[in-house]
């Protein structure tokens, strides 16, 4: 069994005069439950629109998007909305947290979007899980850029996803950390028997992972129309 079955997927966008511009066509990918997997792939190369179409964000022109079972291509805006708050988690580039709301209050909200009861205790063992037991009621004003992705991390675990999409988790912060994020990343996954899928352009990152996949090779377009 699969947790995630890409089949078919295509995505063309318009250039401003009408033109296509075929961004994604990839014929077959998967992943196994809990397992880890980092997708290489140049900057414009369309992975983020690749995690976007996985997370239900986006949609494809063509093909199915089976995340544990179910084919999100088939459900509505809101269905896909509130089957990703449920199943799959998201660390941002940018974090995304809300600033008017404390590291805990973010995880309480990232609860709340999958229609169940916030988990006060499982909010805050997450946030102890990643370093921030004495740093849960700070604004992420008062975090280091560190600690904002930290809480990103636990705010993606909240809902217990079956597969846990991050989009260059370690480009906002420093070089001291970044290796602290993966490490974060990897292990509170596994323990939670959580799938990763990462994405990143830096072989530093990339070679920590038994399964890399470079995505101008699983993309299957035209050479005269990849530079995108």
Do not use: W
Request: charged share 25%.
């Amino acid at each position: 069994m699969t947790v995630l079955d890409l089949q078919g997927v295509r995505k063309t966008y318009r250039e401003p005069d009408g033109t296509p511009l075929p961004i994604l066509n990839i014929p077959r990918f998967q992943m196994l439950p809990a397992e880890q997997v980092v997708l290489m792939g140049r900057s414009g190369s369309g992975k983020s629109t690749l995690l976007h179409i996985i997370a239900g964000i986006a949609r494809p022109d063509a093909g199915k998007v089976i995340v544990d079972g179910t084919d999100i291509t088939r459900l509505s805006e809101a269905g896909r909305d509130l089957f990703r708050a449920r199943k799959i988690g998201y660390v941002f580039q940018t974090f995304n947290l809300l600033q008017g709301f404390s590291a805990l209050e973010n995880v309480l909200l990232g609860m709340s979007f999958g229609g169940g009861r916030p988990d006060r205790d499982r909010a805050a063992e997450l946030l102890r899980r990643v370093g921030l037991a004495e740093r849960m009621h700070h604004l992420p004003s008062a975090l280091s850029v560190g600690e904002q992705q930290r809480v990103a991390v636990a705010r993606a675990l909240a809902n217990r996803p079956r597969l846990l999409l991050a989009d260059e988790p370690t480009a906002s912060v420093d070089t001291h950390h970044q290796q602290q994020i993966i490490d974060l990343l990897r292990t509170t996954c596994q323990e939670e028997k959580v799938a990763l899928l990462l994405v990143t352009h830096s072989p530093e990152v990339a070679e920590q992972f038994e399964r890399i996949e470079d995505l101008e090779e699983i993309n299957q377009l035209d050479a005269e129309t990849a530079g995108t």
